[in-house]
């Protein structure tokens, strides 16, 4: 594989991190946990909270040679919509989204990501308002 290429799998890969992911072995358990770690040269994982056959993990090392699939257990963060919303809002030119990040800036100043708001005052205010709204009527 090409060193771009590795590159890019790899900055794919940590898209997972501090996620709740589904590995499934080799051996045919299947273990559901939060990401915590990820060696890039072997792919093994360590996950925290694990569960697997109704067991429960306080954390887990799973070796990368006996991995077979490794997969989001949780829906993804609508990055766009939440950006389309603030642009109804905002005026699309005053919102940048910045999907490799996780990330939408709402007047240069403001930071917006899975996380929530960064930045202070009415404007963030609004935006906050705004981002409670769209995580509550996807939750629904």
């Known amino acids: 594989m ?12 940590t898209i997972f991190q501090g996620k709740r992911v589904q590995v499934v072995m080799s051996n045919g358990k299947t273990y559901i946990g939060l990401l915590r770690a990820l060696e890039p ?22 070796s990368g040679q006996n991995i077979i699939e490794l997969t989001l257990a ?19 030119q005053n919102v940048k989204l910045f ?8 007047l240069d100043r403001f930071k917006i990501s899975e996380d929530g708001v960064v930045g202070d ?15 509550a009527e996807k939750n629904e």
């Open 41 to 62: 040269n072997r792919l093994n994982v360590i996950l925290a909270e694990a569960i697997c056959d109704a067991q429960q993990y306080h954390r887990v090392f799973l």
């Open 2 to 13: 090409s060193s771009a290429a590795s590159r890019g799998f790899m900055n794919e890969l």
């Open 74 to 92: 949780d829906k993804p963060f609508d990055l766009e919509g939440l950006a389309e919303e603030l642009a109804n809002m905002f005026q699309p």
């Open 99 to 106: 999907s490799e990040a996780g990330v939408i800036r709402v």
């Open 121 to 135: 005052g009415p404007v963030a205010e609004r935006i906050r308002s705004i981002y409670d709204k769209f995580l």
